[in-house]
């Protein structure tokens, strides 16, 4: 794989199509119908696109090519759903197909309405992004978003979808909080079937319940872990230790006479529940305002579909990126600087606050002209770095924070980043400095080996030739 350059990017098909069957499996367990919709975003890999194309997974799109790509990969438009901010192109690409779109605004509503009469399309199925949840007996205050349909405009558009109807065709209901709060979404989520009900007054048929992404992932094994380093993040930012920071960044949290003062503006790199779990736990939930009853109990006695959009979650594991380390050199605090030959774009772990040390490998290959670093300590003591990244920006750190390795690294030798293919692995990437982007490849088990193909390559016939790639 040296041959390939530094950085790759490895995903792991196969893994998404085990995650997609833990989240059916939670469908299953509340008896809904419905669909999961991979929320295409987390990751631009064909490979892993293609994969899900072979499932029964429904894929969420938020842009022109990312609708081209899903299908490009064989999605059928009714398992397409159209999310984010459109502008005509995808509007009309959405609509000539007869994907679902989730509008995210009455303007875009009536955009799409009027493409759809002006190139006389087929009505489209639309369902209606919401947004400012409140709850009667919940004292959580939603926090404002630039997306969706204020649930107070709620009447005043089933009154605008009146006068749609050779347009749009009301399909449901969606939300997506950014979010990772479970009071937060039980009542976006308790919202939602008031919002049905309401739509049914006024002589709707809605059947979709959609409840966006944000399910989360778990990067820790060892929850301890995260609970120490924070804890000394506080202690050093309050100068009651050495630093553990590049010139003391507090990600977010910072002294003021002697107080601690900000708030953490990290993801939670260790969650109890996440995932399918996170899922199940949601829908187990009461309702506040609606008898506590369960919302999976409300979601079925109305015979409503549940739509999941799960991105981060539903590409847990599936993924790392390598690269090779260039240079060793001392830097202060006694911690070594360890560059890499990637950018901080291309492992996006400190943009997305997800904090995970990266695994040692040893020695690549031979690197062209380059000796083993002089600045190497001690061989096998563990060490504290700080990792740099291959731009000529003083930001280009690839963590700024002191990671701990079991050993000083050497030129040449291999880095990996684990469980990065949720926004981590490319999400950011460019080419900044002409640097060329990373190649993707797509590995699978065949028996006891592991064999590989470049991400454009990769099909499921190739994987499966006999046909065995389906899932349920
Ligand atoms: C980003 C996004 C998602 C996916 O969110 P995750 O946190 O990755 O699960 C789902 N739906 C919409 C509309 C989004 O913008």
Redesign the pocket.
């Known amino acids: 794989m040296v041959s390939l350059g530094s950085p790759l990017n490895v995903v792991l098909p196969e893994q998404l199509a085990d995650n997609l069957a833990e989240f059916s499996a939670v469908h299953r367990r509340h008896h809904l119908g419905g669909r999961v919709c991979f ?1 295409h ?2 990751n631009r890999s064909s490979a892993l696109v293609r994969r899900l194309s072979a499932t029964t997974g429904s894929i ?1 799109v ?1 842009s022109l090519p990312e609708l081209q790509h899903a299908l490009g990969a064989g999605f059928v438009p009714g398992r397409i759903l159209a ?2 901010p459109k502008n005509r192109e995808f509007l009309w690409l959405s609509a000539r197909c007869g994907a679902t779109v ?1 509008v995210d605004s009455v303007s875009e509503l009536l955009d799409l309405a009027t493409l759809v009469r002006q190139y006389e399309l087929s009505p489209v199925r639309v369902l209606l992004r919401l947004s400012g949840f409140v709850s009667r007996a919940f004292t959580v205050t939603p926090r404002p978003s630039r997306f969706g349909i204020p649930l107070s405009d709620l009447d005043a558009v089933a009154e605008l979808l009146d006068t749609l109807r050779d347009a749009v065709e009301l399909h449901g209901v969606a939300y ?1 909080l950014d979010s990772i709060g479970l009071a937060e979404k039980a009542i976006a989520l308790q919202s939602c079937l008031q919002a049905m009900s309401a739509l049914q007054r006024h002589g709707a048929d809605p059947r979709v319940v959609d409840i ?5 992932v778990d990067y820790l094994a060892e929850p301890a872990e995260w609970e120490r380093w924070t804890s000394d993040l506080t202690s050093a930012v309050l100068g009651k230790r050495p630093p553990i920071t590049w010139n003391g960044h507090g990600y977010g949290l910072r002294a003021e006479n002697g107080t601690l003062r900000g708030a953490l503006g990290l993801y939670p790199s260790h969650r109890a529940i996440a995932g399918p779990a996170y899922l199940d736990r949601l829908l187990a939930t009461p309702a506040p305002d609606l008898g506590d009853r369960p919302l999976s109990t409300l979601l079925l006695e109305h015979l409503h579909e549940l739509w999941t ?5 539903l590409v847990d594991q599936c993924g790392a990126v390598l690269t090779r380390v260039s240079e060793v050199r001392e830097g202060p605090g006694g911690h070594h600087l360890v560059r890499l030959e990637l950018n901080a774009r291309n492992i996006s772990a400190e943009e997305h606050g997800v904090l995970m040390d990266p695994v040692l490998f040893g020695s690549a290959g031979v690197v062209p002209g380059s000796a083993p670093s002089e600045a190497a300590g001690p061989p096998d003591e563990p060490c504290g770095v700080y990792l740099l990244g291959n731009l000529c920006l003083e930001t280009d750190l690839i963590t700024r924070r002191v990671v701990h390795l079991p050993r000083l690294p050497r030129v040449g030798d291999l880095l990996v980043f684990a469980n990065t293919a ?2 981590l692995m490319d999400f950011s990437a460019g080419t900044p400095l002409r640097q060329p982007q990373a190649r993707t490849v797509a590995a699978w088990r065949e028996g006891e080996r592991w064999r590989w193909c470049l991400d454009e390559e990769y099909w499921p016939t190739q994987v499966f030739p006999h046909g065995t790639g389906a899932l349920e």
Do not use: I, L
Request: net charge neutral.
């Open positions: 929320a975003k987390a969420d938020a999310t984010g989730a997506h966006g992404g944000g399910f989360g959009e799960p991105g981060r979650a949720g926004y």
